[in-house]
């Protein structure tokens, strides 16, 4: 499949499908109009005001008959609602609700999620409650209620299951799916795991953004509810995190020393390895933006006392018109001008109060002249946009020279299909070659220890990564970044397949004479061995 996003597809719209069918049995019915529940926000909340009931009587295992959920309406309605309806009108009301709007009338209710895996539309039944019989004191036959399985789900999706409950939830899927080696879908819990943490850091961000504007906007409520939402991720996330991340390291290195040393692996191990190298490096990103979390929760608190400390000083200071205080004033004695400056010398010359602050003799005071450096250093002038732009393009320069050398290395490895660094150094005939191979020293170790790390490079794999996941740009040298960028530019690489890297344990030392390092100055460089391979894809 293509797009593996779109997996389960007509799961999802079953969840949809519950709120969907709920409001096209509840819309441009009359019968809320007799009962003054004129607007949409009333009948909804009326609605699953009813489902609740209906649900905590299911838990219970009792009885829920037409006669207790008037009974219950009748109690809402006289404590909240206050709508002008007798006992009578409220069991009618919730006979509509639970008969017409819930059940349909006795109609089946379905709704139709596209199956891109079939191609097809698949037709799901939605059931928000069912009915059975039971026998009150006097063995009169009831009918009562209860909730089904789509109820439940319905009801449970609201409020249930709390935003840090789902981080936790996710955490222990993924557990589970590890233990049992399901890498695939463990890959997949990872990245929604991942995605979380990534929601939570915006969410901080945004907090701080809101504050920065106006604290008086951000309430407390929601500065209490974000910072249980920070502890409750950062408590004992990234110990779990490592302990995984070890686990999965461990499984890898079992894999590839099987493969190198005992027998080629079976196309069903080498998909597991693929998944717990995505499982790996999911976990780097995550215990990543934990520490993203920890830090910006932080920030976010020494940002929000700073903020209301500022806010309750501005009460303190004492404020006077200028019109009436001292235009007027001036107006009806002009002679007070030759007097005015002593209105406005103190505004220039007055000394600032001072006084002894106690919590200053327990801080480690620095020195006063160092302070003022750091003043006079930051008034002055500075044309940041004009820097900006030439750091801009510095980057932009260094990442064309990584590329030019790993085209120029990708050249002569895809017209042998297999190259090592002893065959390479011997095939440089000139100096223009050499320095476009090893533009300086840095570049081109780095680019070799990224190949040599990474060991089997699948493009595919990458490009179904790019894909599926957004990710964001980087202006540094990333290896897979740059591979999946040349293959699509070069037609020569467009068949590239795999790309193995791996030291070869021959002893020879790889010489490179008269390279130039970044300070320009000219060396000879000696390394290891290395064997570059390269598999196309089968046509």
Known sequence: MQYDFLKHFPRRMKNVGLYVVLAQNSLQKNTWKKYDFQ??????????????????????EEPCTMDDIGAYLDAVNTQYFRKKMSYEDCRALGDFIVNVILSNEGKVMNFDGFCFEQNVYQTMTISYVANWVVYSN??????????????????????????????????????????????????????????????????????????????????????QEILDENLETISETKEKFQNYRELVKNRVGELEE??????????????????????????????????????????????????????????????????????????????????LEYFLRPLFYQEPEKSYNLNKTFQLQKPLRKAQEIENEERLDFDAEGWEQEQERLRRDKLKRYENSLVCLLKQVVQQGELSLKELSEQITDESMLLELIPDVEIFK??????????????????????????????????????????????????????????????????????????????????????????????
């Open 446 to 539: 780095e680019i070799m220890v990224e190949l040599i790390r990474n060991r089997e490079i699948n493009i595919q794999a990458l490009k179904k990564e790019q894909r599926e996941y957004i990710q964001e740009q980087s202006q540094e040298f990333q290896l897979n970044v740059m591979l999946l960028n040349l293959v699509e530019e070069y037609p020569q690489f467009h068949d590239v397949a795999v790309i193995r890297t791996y030291r070869v344990e021959d002893g020879e030392v790889v010489t490179f004479p008269e390279v130039l390092d970044e300070r320009g100055n000219r060396k000879t460089i000696r390394c290891s061995n290395v064997q570059i391979q390269v598999r196309k894809e089968e046509l």
């Open 138 to 223: 006097q063995d009169v036959k009831r009918t009562s209620y209860r909730l089904t399985d789509d109820g439940y789900s319905l009801l449970l999706s609201t409020l249930e299951i709390e935003n840090n409950m789902k981080l936790t939830i996710h955490e222990m899927i993924f557990q589970m799916h590890l233990k049992k080696q399901s890498y695939d879908k463990a890959a997949d819990d990872i990245k929604h795991v991942f995605h979380l943490l990534r929601i939570q850091l915006q969410k901080i961000q945004e907090a701080m953004g809101k504050i920065r504007r106006n604290a008086l906007n951000y309430s407390v409520k929601d500065y």
């Open 258 to 339: 099987a493969n190198i040393n005992v027998r080629k692996l079976t196309p069903k191990e080498e998909e597991k390895l693929i998944h717990l190298r995505v499982i790996d490096q999911y976990l780097n990103r995550a215990i990543d933006e934990h520490q993203k979390i920890l830090n910006s929760h932080f920030d976010l608190k020494a940002l929000y006392t700073k903020e209301l400390e500022a806010l309750s000083q501005m009460s303190l200071i004492r404020r006077f018109p200028l019109r009436t205080s001292l235009y007027d004033k001036i107006l009806e004695q002009p002679d007070a001008l030759e007097r």
């Open 39 to 60: 607007k949409m926000d009333e009948q909804f909340n009326l609605i699953f005001t009813v489902l609740l009931y209906i649900m905590e009587q299911s838990l219970k």
